[in-house]
């Protein structure tokens, strides 16, 4: 069975996870989606993601 899951519902899970069962604050969970967001716009965003594609394809095994 293959199960494909987007990266964003799983970091929400992890977030919604980490505010339930470890203690963090929501107002940091707030703030770390902020610089995310803000990230995005700079001149390191084209790395990022082509990190975090890398990164996925790694875990995944690449189907080429």
Known sequence: MN???PLVAVLGFFAWGAVKFLGVRIWIVVLIALFGFWLSDTFMAPAIES???SGVDV????HD
């Open 51 to 53: 990190g975090t594609r």
């Open 3 to 5: 199960v494909s899951l």
């Open 59 to 62: 875990i995944n095994g690449s």
